[in-house]
T-cell receptor, first 112, second 113 residues
């Protein structure tokens, strides 16, 4: 149990579908993050939220839309994805921006 | 642009055979360097944070050290359960991307019984 829960663990969707990834942290942290992990590539930062406010968008295409309704929940809304978007999407949280980030086990996304 | 390079990409050791993993970095002012362990099908598990050159941290068979250009993760007398991918990441003091981590590709470590 990592304290960061991601659902679903696996998702298969067509290019025209709309779906959402959910992340919930039970650690009382104030910052939350989305990362993308593709085969043979380093983890790539996508978005950062600090006290529910987005502080970073790392040049992510608009087909990915994050939402952070409160400090415990983070969503990633997906629409009109491309095959190259197939990857492991990881959520993380930290007490503060300069503190260690704790990761969930990710959602494995496959785009048909 | 912040960069992290880890070597070797893969390492196979016999149980009890000590070794070191390397993480070289370039960053516009280091806020912190982080080591993580990732098992197959799991998210990265936090191991250590190092903030300044000369700092060392230890946990069981692992010891992390930091200089101004690189960090080492020393593994002493490893056991098969130490097999995993070890990830290094840096966080910059300021500028674009400062709030997130920049990761290396990782070292895939296998400890044979």
């Amino acid at each position: 149990e990592t304290g960061v829960t991601q659902t679903p663990r696996h998702l298969v969707m067509g290019m025209t579908n709309k779906k959402s990834l959910k992340c919930e942290q039970h650690l009382g942290h104030n910052a939350m993050y989305w990362y993308k992990q593709s085969a043979k590539k380093p983890l790539e930062l996508m978005f950062v939220y600090n006290f529910k406010e987005q502080t970073e968008n790392n040049s992510v295409p608009s087909r990915f839309s994050p939402e952070c309704p409160n400090s415990s929940h983070l969503f990633l809304h997906l629409h009109t994805l491309q095959p190259e978007d197939s990857a492991l999407y990881l959520c993380a949280s930290s007490q503060a921006i300069n503190q260690p980030q704790h990761f969930g086990d990710g959602t494995r996304l496959s785009i048909l | 642009e912040d960069q992290v390079t880890q070597s070797p990409e893969a390492l196979r050791l016999q149980e009890g055979e000590s070794s070191s993993l390397n993480c070289s970095y370039t960053v516009s002012g280091l806020r912190g360097l982080f080591w993580y362990r990732q098992d197959p099908g799991k998210g990265p598990e936090f191991l250590f944070t190092l903030y300044s050159a000369g700092e060392e941290k230890e946990k069981e068979r692992l010891k992390a050290t930091l200089t101004k250009k690189e960090s080492f993760l020393h593994i002493t007398a490893p056991k098969p359960e130490d097999s995993a991918t070890y990830l290094c990441a840096v966080q910059a003091n300021s500028g674009g991307g400062a709030d997130g981590l920049t990761f290396g590709k990782g070292t895939h470590l296998i400890i044979q019984p």
